[in-house]
């Protein structure tokens, strides 16, 4: 069960579920089911056997269109406003979790997405959880960001609710497993659950040889632009790095490629003077011309797809330590790092003007994957599955 339809030209969790559900499929009898989506079969593979989708309809809670509005969704919002938004949702996958049950044996329930964990009380075989995030660990780093008392004040409560979530589910599953040690180590802070790390695979089609020729002027930001960590990071970009560059290179190209743009994120990313690449089938082309790949990224949690695909594509990169969770990646040896603005700005600058370098670190940057190639990811997965199956099961909370 999955929040979101599988896709293998799709961002972040939606091509990582994808590659992960290609790999089980070959040893598995597996069904999706997934919210909006009409029922439907997603084709894994040439070659491969086809998964089916069940979809179930769902209708979401109307968006505040003022701070009365929100405050009072807010305040009434339980267990916590990042859940409240989700219920008709998670309601739906209930009725359709349940009902598939009845029709069919299932070894072994598989849930996506920590927003799904209440749903392990309507599994009735083996339940696991892949939690591509921490959610409170996601509410604190957005805590951290706010600017005002009042966003301070609102990620402070939801970060408490998201934990109280957290230490109630997550005991309940057979297994959890997430995409970092860093992750681990927070779910072990706050629960007596001991995670299974399973990073993220990149499939082979990212190693392939570059079939565009690399820029020495174009710095690229690759990512999901509708998940909120990803939003702020083109702000940060555009309003406060991406002046400081174009003093020292004023020849510089700033491009941002993602899908679903979020409303705004046009608008910003024209007034820094870029461009936008919305919703493109295959984002290497824009990896193998990148200059520079950037991920200045400042809150969120998980390990990011897009650190990776730029390793593998060799593209040379720019990132905040933040971005670089779950990754053994060194600065200077790597990759640049930098965690504000000013710094930020003159490792782009350093890698613009110093190519022979930044090559050579793009090379060292490639052999810390092998780990995440699709093979030994899946077969992390396999066997976390398997472990699972053995675990003494909890008896699941029902509601």
């Known amino acids: 069960m999955t929040p979101y339809k599988p896709d293998a030209q799709g961002g972040g969790g939606v091509a990582h579920e994808f590659e992960l559900l290609r790999l089980a499929a070959r040893h598995h009898d597996i069904e999706v089911i997934t919210p909006d989506f009409p029922e439907d079969r997603v084709e894994l593979d040439r070659g491969e056997q086809r998964v ?111 934990a109280r979530w957290e230490r109630r ?73 991406w002046p400081r560059v174009i003093d020292s290179v004023p020849d510089a190209e700033l491009e941002v490629v993602g899908a679903n743009p979020a409303p705004g994120v046009e608008g910003e990313i024209r007034r820094a003077g870029g461009r936008l690449s919305a919703n493109v089938p295959d984002v290497r082309p824009y990896y193998w011309r990148a200059a520079v790949a950037v991920a200045p990224i400042r809150g969120g949690s998980g390990l990011r797809n897009k650190v990776l695909h730029a390793m593998a594509c060799g593209a040379p990169i720019v990132a905040t330590s933040t971005a670089l969770e779950g990754i053994d990646a060194v600065s200077r040896r790597h990759l640049l790092v930098a965690d504000d603005a000013a710094g930020f700005a003159a490792a782009i600058v350093e890698t613009l003007h110093d190519r022979e370098h930044a090559a050579q670190r793009t090379v060292a940057a490639r052999e810390l994957l092998d780990a995440h190639r699709s093979d030994a990811v899946g077969e992390r997965f396999e066997a976390w599955w398997a472990r699972s199956m053995t675990s003494p099961r909890v008896r699941p909370e029902r509601g």
């Open 169 to 241: 589910w997550l005991p309940r599953f057979a297994g959890v497993a997430v995409v970092s040690d860093v992750d681990a180590a927070a779910i072990r802070e706050l629960t007596p659950v001991v995670p299974d790390v399973i990073p993220n695979p990149v499939v082979d089609a990212f190693f392939a040889p570059p079939q565009v020729e690399r820029s020495d002027r174009t710095v690229t930001l690759v990512a999901n632009l509708g998940y909120r960590p990803n939003i702020d990071a083109v702000e940060w970009l555009g309003r406060e790095i």
């Open 52 to 162: 089916p989708i069940e979809g179930t309809a769902w209708r979401a809670h109307g968006p505040a269109h003022n701070k009365v509005t929100f405050a009072a969704q807010f305040l009434r919002a339980r267990p916590s406003h990042e859940q409240w938004v989700l219920e008709d949702r998670v309601r739906a996958l209930r009725r359709a979790v349940e009902l598939h049950q009845r029709r069919r044996h299932v070894d072994l329930v598989h849930l996506t997405s920590t927003e799904l964990a209440s749903l392990v009380g309507a599994c009735h075989a083996t339940a696991v959880l892949l939690a591509f995030d921490v959610f409170s660990r996601h509410s604190g780093r957005e805590r951290s960001l706010s600017v005002t008392r009042a966003r301070r004040l609102r990620w402070a409560i939801e970060e408490r609710r998201l």
